[in-house]
């Protein structure tokens, strides 16, 4: 915990110079250069309480302040998995210093959960538990979660085989990819009939099931040398966290402005789509997936948690 505190106190001070220098030179974060003073503020808030976390197990005020900052910063992250995949493909990202703050605010949330924590005295604690699937409460949220990928997955591969859908077919697409800066990579994967995000989603999907099952916990046969060997938490809980982090609130907010459109309250943005009912139609494919799955991901992230130890 002292290790996590004292870099809870770094962490704040790096906040604080980023969100002023941000704020100072008029750079937007988050669309707009006022979230600069409040990372700033936040990092200001951080220094103090990481280092009385330091110097002692924290009581119940303290340890909702560092609560309220893991909160914070988990907001500020939306969007880092974005980040991830555009580098991934090979793209830029939309903003450096909206990156910066992405992954500024992950690793935020990480010290600062640590910190929050309470741990029992060293020498008390259980041996590891050994490997178990999730309840089936959970493994029904992993099947909703799953299924809820797959019309996302056949609208995508359509494109990428240059079928049309929602009045738009596959070599316009195409020609938007491009438009939007997409990589050499994608591009090329594209050619080849191979969506990435269609790629990313039965990625997503793999580690959704490696929460659930006991293969996420100890490694399985197939993975040859590191079969029989202990999966460390991180590994699945660090992109699992991301995922849920960005992906459920991205597509719940999603499927309510869907929500609002379809039933005429305000009017959709049609964007590279012919007419509003395609683009509603297309939105209503990406953000349930996106929107199910989230939720999914966060409840087999929280198993996962707790039956590895946690």
Not at 5 to 17: N, Y
Not at 50 to 77: I, Q
Not at 119 to 137: D, I, L, W
Request: hydrophobic share 55%; glycine share 14%.
């Amino acid at each position: 915990m002292t290790r996590n505190a004292w870099g809870v106190a770094g962490w704040g001070v790096a906040c604080a110079g980023f969100g002023t220098g941000c704020a100072l030179s008029g750079t937007d974060l988050l669309g707009a250069v006022w979230p600069g003073w409040a990372v700033a503020g936040a990092g200001v808030l951080a220094v103090p309480a990481g280092v009385a976390a330091a110097r002692g197990r924290p009581g119940p005020a303290l340890r909702a302040v560092l609560w309220a900052l893991v909160g914070a910063a988990a907001v500020a992250a939306w969007g880092l998995l974005m980040d991830v995949l555009m580098l991934l493909t090979g793209a830029a990202v939309d903003s450096g210093p909206g990156a910066v703050l992405h992954v500024l605010s992950a690793v935020g949330v990480v010290l600062l959960a640590g910190a929050a924590r309470v741990r029992p005295p060293a020498g008390t604690r259980a041996p590891a538990p050994a490997p178990s699937e999730a309840p089936a409460v959970v493994q029904l949220a992993a099947w909703a979660g799953t299924l809820a990928f797959v019309p996302y997955v056949v609208m995508k591969l359509n494109w990428a085989f240059g079928g049309s859908f929602a009045g738009i077919d596959g070599a316009r697409m195409r020609v938007t990819d491009e438009r939007n800066g997409a990589s050499g990579l994608w591009l090329t994967l594209e050619d080849w009939g191979i969506d990435p995000t269609a790629l990313m989603a039965a990625l997503g999907v793999f580690l959704l099931w490696g929460l659930v099952r006991p293969w996420g916990q100890v490694f399985p046969r197939w993975t040859l040398v590191l079969s029989g060997r202990r999966v460390p938490r991180w590994l699945p809980l660090a992109p699992a966290l991301i995922g849920a982090g960005t992906l459920a609130p991205y597509g719940l907010m999603g499927v309510g402005y869907l929500s609002l459109c379809t039933v005429g309250v305000t009017t959709i943005r049609t964007g590279d789509l012919p007419a509003p009912d395609d683009a509603l139609m297309v939105g209503w494919v990406g953000m349930s997936a996106f929107a199910v799955y989230g939720v999914a991901l966060a409840v087999a992230v929280r198993s996962y948690w707790r039956r590895t130890g946690g």
